[in-house]
């Protein structure tokens, strides 16, 4: 379906102590398949002043009040 379009993902969430062990997988999986890797973040929103926006959809997804 994606023919020569297929990527494998790595993160660097260092928080996150699993996150080398499966990084270190995903770089001999994309070694083995011969696969690009690409390297990512998490984004949630493009501009700073869209903020408040993704703040409040987030508590109305938790449940949660703003304040």
């Not at 928080?15 to 390297?39: F, S, T």
């Amino acid at each position: 379906m994606f023919k020569d379009r297929y990527y494998l993902e790595v993160q660097a969430h260092t928080e996150l102590k699993v996150q080398a062990r499966l990084n270190a997988k995903i770089l001999g999986l994309a070694d083995d398949l011969h696969l690009p890797v690409v390297a990512t973040n998490d984004a949630h929103f493009l501009k700073h002043e869209d903020h408040d926006a993704h703040d409040v959809l987030l508590c109305i997804g938790l449940g949660k009040d703003r304040n």
